[in-house]
């Protein structure tokens, strides 16, 4: 049987405090607004109290890739909004701790993630088509946030974080492999060989990437002028951006707008 490939998961809790347990670990407690993070998918079980007996999460590889749920319990009501990726965690997951937690500022300090989850986790809102790309957006944002605090994984050098985070949360800046290596503080040959060894692509590939996405949500969920997308994700160059923009949908940008399900006037 082909195994399966390793995919980050969260849970982020949106009321009341619960436990996460995973073998071979201490305990975890999270309370309201900190985001539990799974860098490598390892097993685990969510508990309605600290302490108390747990099931595994919801999340399976066949189904939703990110839902709002109650735990079973005693106690005040707990609710998780759980989202696991439906991509392969990149090798820099495997330099961060198998579990780890995000407390509540750190997530609200946060506007990428904290908005993506709160978009996620939106009273009365059904799964959608797009849920994969949120998603997928939640956990990079937070393998992002959790990334320079980790400067003790293979590459023992915080400016891959650095860079990491800078591309994360300032995409439109007119970054290039030369500034994005100084961010780093390392030179550009010694960064683009260990970027490509973390993450599993070159940095200009991830910066579009991220670029990219950013454009598409904007175009889903926004009525941002379809002209002033170019500008907002950091693209000097319309017809760059539109070969950008198909190369990764398929699609063009208006296409892809006019099949988007709805967005806000």
């Given at each position: 049987?082909?195994?399966?490939?390793?995919?980050?998961?969260?849970?982020?809790?949106?009321?009341?405090?619960?436990?996460?347990?995973?073998t071979?670990?201490?305990?975890l407690?999270?309370?309201?607004?900190?985001?539990?993070?799974l860098?490598?998918?390892?097993?685990?079980?969510?508990?309605?109290?600290?302490?108390?007996?747990?099931?595994?999460?919801?999340?399976d590889?066949?189904?939703?890739?990110?839902?709002?749920?109650e735990?079973?319990?005693?106690?005040?009501?707990?609710?998780?909004?759980?989202?696991?990726?439906?991509?392969?965690?990149?090798p820099?997951?495997?330099?961060?701790?198998?579990?780890?937690?995000?407390?509540?500022?750190?997530?609200?300090?946060?506007?990428?993630?904290r908005?993506?989850?709160?978009?996620?986790?939106?009273?009365?809102?059904?799964?959608?088509?797009?849920?994969?790309?949120?998603?997928?957006r939640?956990?990079?944002?937070?393998?992002?946030?959790?990334?320079?605090?980790?400067?003790?994984?293979?590459?023992?050098?915080?400016?891959?974080?650095?860079?990491?985070?800078?591309?994360?949360?300032?995409?439109?800046?007119?970054?290039?492999?030369?500034?994005l290596?100084?961010?780093?503080?390392?030179?550009?040959?010694?960064?683009?060989?260990?970027?490509?060894?973390?993450?599993?692509?070159?940095?200009?590939?991830?910066?579009?990437?991220r670029?990219?996405?950013e454009?598409?949500?904007?175009?889903?969920e926004?009525?941002?002028?379809?002209?002033?997308?170019?500008?907002?994700?950091?693209?000097?160059?319309?017809?760059?951006?539109?070969?950008?923009?198909?190369?990764?949908?398929?699609?063009?940008?208006g296409e892809?707008?006019?099949?988007?399900?709805?967005?806000?006037?």
């Amino acid at each position: 049987m082909e195994a399966v490939a390793a995919r980050a998961v969260l849970h982020y809790v949106l009321t009341g405090r619960c436990g996460l347990a995973v073998t071979g670990l201490r305990a975890l407690e999270l309370a309201r607004g900190d985001l539990a993070l799974l860098p490598t998918g390892a097993r685990h079980r969510l508990s309605a109290a600290p302490g108390r007996p747990g099931a595994p999460p919801p999340l399976d590889p066949a189904g939703s890739t990110a839902l709002v749920h109650e735990l079973d319990g005693p106690g005040p009501p707990v609710r998780l909004l759980s989202a696991r990726t439906d991509r392969p965690a990149p090798p820099l997951a495997a330099t961060l701790p198998r579990a780890l937690v995000l407390d509540r500022a750190r997530v609200e300090a946060a506007p990428l993630l904290r908005d993506t989850l709160a978009l996620l986790a939106a009273p009365g809102r059904r799964p959608g088509p797009g849920d994969r790309l949120l998603a997928l957006r939640a956990c990079e944002a937070a393998l992002a946030l959790a990334a320079p605090r980790r400067p003790d994984g293979p590459h023992r050098h915080t400016g891959i974080g650095r860079a990491l985070a800078a591309v994360e949360t300032r995409f439109a800046e007119p970054w290039t492999v030369v500034t994005l290596a100084r961010e780093a503080g390392m030179s550009r040959s010694a960064f683009t060989a260990a970027f490509r060894e973390a993450v599993g692509t070159s940095p200009a590939r991830h910066l579009t990437a991220r670029r990219i996405r950013e454009a598409a949500r904007l175009l889903a969920e926004t009525g941002l002028p379809q002209s002033a997308v170019p500008a907002r994700v950091g693209y000097r160059s319309r017809v760059g951006f539109h070969l950008a923009f198909r190369t990764a949908y398929g699609t063009t940008p208006g296409e892809y707008r006019a099949a988007a399900p709805r967005r806000p006037a």
